[in-house]
């Protein structure tokens, strides 16, 4: 079993150019398929008494007492990874949207 400390992660497909080409809709129509997934338009998480909400585009994989984002933002999606499980649900994503994975 492999261990990873948190590490951030991209799903992206790039033009010729370099653009990421993910589209919002694309994301939408994909995760609706996953029935352990779940849009969000904010993602809210308390510590210490506090609690933030983030607006955007969320696909939040429900995992055992998990859930663990996937930010859709400009064209490309982020995960932070700290487990081998969220590492083997991105491969699954990326393999599944013809994308590639990349760190940062």
Not at 7 to 35: N, V, W
Not at 38 to 51: E, H, I, K, L, R
Request: glycine share 6%.
């Amino acid at each position: 079993m492999m261990t990873l400390m948190n590490k951030r992660y991209k799903i992206t497909r790039l033009d010729d150019a370099g653009s990421p080409t993910l589209t919002l809709e694309e994301c939408q129509q994909f995760f609706a398929t996953q029935p352990d997934v779940q849009y969000m338009d904010a993602f809210s998480v308390t510590q210490d008494g506090v609690n933030m909400k983030i607006a955007g585009h969320f696909f939040m994989w429900h995992v055992g007492n998990a859930s663990i984002p996937f930010r859709f933002y400009d064209g490309e999606l982020y995960v932070a990874i700290a487990h081998d499980a969220v590492y083997d649900k991105m491969l699954h994503i990326a393999r599944s949207l013809e994308a590639m994975y990349v760190e940062g």
